[in-house]
């Protein structure tokens, strides 16, 4: 009997030493980084900049609750972020030269908002991104992108289009498993 509480008490001092039976600890394996952990503080005039859905410091709605909104912040490391596992994202590439005449940003907040929680919007200066641009054939602006980890990128094709409405961008989100209708 004492022989056998000896060998378990050696069999637990291993596990929580974390020595395996070779005499080295097994590899360490961390968590995948959220997408938050490149996320800096508020900004608005930045050329790459993610909308994000979360309270918004100071507010609250009429029961006391923290009231939400769509916040941009600031991008610590985009190659890091887009390397997350954790979400999908939306590009959103447009020109900071050319102002925004018929409301495009609007709508796209408007996506940020509805496909909170399943998809992050990512708003990019074109111009300021140009190995981006090269990597997605990007020849007309504005272009949109859906790319997440482990999948293969799929574009809108503004240039192909010729004219379009923001309809034909939510129904082409909605083609790839995006619907703002909650499907």
């Known amino acids: 009997?004492?022989?056998?509480?000896?060998?378990?008490?050696?069999?637990?001092?291993?596990?929580?030493?974390?020595?395996?039976?070779?005499?080295?600890?097994?590899?360490?394996?961390?968590?995948?980084?959220?997408?938050?952990?490149?996320?800096?503080?508020?900004?608005?005039?930045?050329?790459?900049?993610?909308?994000v859905w979360e309270p918004v410091e100071g507010e609250t709605d009429e029961n006391g609750n923290p009231a939400y909104g769509l916040q941009y912040r600031e991008i610590k490391d985009l190659n890091k972020l887009l390397a997350s596992t954790d979400v999908k994202f939306l590009l959103y590439f447009h020109s900071s030269v050319y102002g925004d005449n018929v409301g495009i940003t609007a709508l796209v907040e408007e996506i940020a908002e509805r496909l909170n929680g399943r998809l992050v919007v990512i708003s990019l200066d074109a111009g300021e991104f140009n190995d981006l641009v090269g990597k997605y054939q990007i020849t007309m602006?504005?272009?949109?992108?859906?790319?997440?980890?482990?999948?293969?990128?799929?574009?809108?094709?503004?240039?192909?289009?010729?004219?379009?409405?923001?309809q034909e961008v939510v129904d082409w989100l909605a083609e790839n498993g995006y619907s703002l209708n909650g499907g």
């Open 1 to 51: 009997m004492t022989r056998r509480l000896a060998a378990l008490a050696l069999s637990a001092l291993f596990l929580i030493s974390g020595v395996s039976c070779n005499g080295k600890k097994p590899a360490q394996t961390t968590a995948p980084s959220s997408y938050r952990d490149y996320l800096g503080e508020y900004a608005y005039d930045l050329p790459a900049l993610c909308m």
């Open 141 to 166: 602006l504005p272009e949109f992108v859906l790319y997440g980890y482990g999948i293969e990128a799929k574009t809108f094709g503004t240039a192909d289009r010729g004219s379009w409405t923001m």
